[in-house]
């Protein structure tokens, strides 16, 4: 067996060159990590996940081309058992809810040091979970009838959440089918129950809402 066989493969998807290569050569000072592909756009992570299939992918929520909990969603169709980090400047809960519940394994804030991205890769490669306390609270809150759910977008379906995040981040109705491989009538009527559930009238107050809960990308 050659080195190269016990080295963790990753994929690290950010949209900023300078934050994708800062992320590269930290995780070059380990050994055991080869980086096997980068991507700068969500399209081109779930296209990287099916050629280079993996052990544990690095993302970022705000991509061109397709939102991070759609690419998440798109890789977790293509592979069931993906091992996804996100790596995100975000600290607010209900960024950690939505993706936790769209399939991430993991969630680390980019102003962690290189011992944290290490550890928190280490734990997805062996099959575990990292989240911050806050969130594992909530869920633990949540599961246990204590509490409500803490996230604003608790109440919808996964596929609501793409719709919510690709309405707030601009793209229209037929962006939104193209995107989520939908009929136009689907993306309407899911766009529809989004607003519905928000209890908002139209798009302007669903960005207005989601800017005020700190979901605006």
Do not use: W
Not at 36 to 54: H, M, R, S, T
Not at 71 to 77: E, L, Y
Not at 165 to 174: C, I, N, P, Q, R
Not at 191 to 215: F, P, Q, S, Y
């Amino acid at each position: 067996m050659t080195i190269n066989d016990n080295k963790i493969r990753l994929i690290v998807a950010d949209d900023h060159t300078l934050v994708r290569q800062g992320i590269v050569q930290m995780l070059k000072q380990h050994d055991e990590f080869e980086v096997i592909c980068e991507c700068e756009d969500g399209i081109a992570l779930v296209q990287a996940v099916v050629k280079y299939n993996p052990d544990v992918i690095l993302m970022d929520i705000s991509m061109p081309k397709m939102n991070g909990l759609v690419a998440i969603d798109r890789v977790i169709q293509q592979r069931s058992d993906a091992k996804v980090l996100v790596l995100t400047m975000h600290d607010e809960i209900e960024y950690m809810v939505a993706l936790h519940r769209a399939g991430a394994r993991g969630y680390l804030l980019k102003e962690s040091s290189t011992d944290q991205l290490a550890t928190a890769i280490r734990a997805l490669y062996r099959g575990r979970t990292f989240f911050p306390d806050i969130l594992e609270k909530s869920l633990e809150r949540t599961a246990s009838g204590r509490g409500r759910p803490t996230s604003l977008l608790g109440g919808l379906t996964r596929r609501e959440r793409e719709v919510f995040f690709l309405v707030v981040a601009g793209h229209t109705t037929k962006d939104i089918a193209g995107l989520l491989d939908m009929s136009h009538k689907t993306a309407e009527n899911h766009r529809g129950r989004v607003l519905a559930k928000m209890e908002v009238a139209n798009t302007a107050e669903l960005i207005r809402l989601a800017a005020r809960e700190g979901l605006l990308e």
